[in-house]
Nanobody
Framework: QVQLVESGGGLVQAGGSLRLSCAAS????????MAWFRQAPGNEREIVAA????????YYADSVKGRFTISRDNAKNTVYLQMNSLKPEDTAVYYC?????????????????WGQGTQVHVSS
């Protein structure tokens, strides 16, 4: 069981940067692999990035590769998403999610715990 709370969203101009944080409660944070998803109005929820329990394996969607970095600090029960060179197409609600499966997944239905989301708006 884990509870997730995202923070760090807001308004930013194209080309700017934001760092999202996801704070987790619970005693077994390191047992979960973590991911960031996003959903824009009228669109499907899509994977942004994922990270394994120890942080050794990562996945990035093609649309953010080279611009975003996912990381985690298990001692602080926190996962981060550093977003650089932001584009208007990055505008969405960003969700932190956790899965107790033994493999790194990019599938929405394989994540068991979700935060409430944080809004990111990138202006032109």
């Amino acid at each position: 069981q884990v509870q997730l709370v995202e923070s760090g969203g807001g308004l930013v101009q194209a080309g700017g940067s934001l760092r999202l944080s996801c704070a987790a409660s619970g005693r077994t944070f390191s047992s979960y692999h973590m991911a960031w998803f996003r959903q824009a109005p009228g669109n499907e929820r899509e994977i942004v990035a994922a990270i394994s329990q120890s942080g050794g394996n990562t996945y990035y969607a093609d649309s953010v590769k080279g611009r975003f970095t996912i990381s985690r600090d298990n001692a602080k029960n926190t996962v981060y998403l550093q977003m650089n060179s932001l584009k208007p197409e990055d505008t969405a609600v960003y969700y932190c999610a956790a899965s107790y499966k033994r493999y790194l997944s990019t599938v929405t239905t394989e994540y068991h715990y979700w935060g409430q989301g944080t809004q990111v708006h990138v202006s032109s």
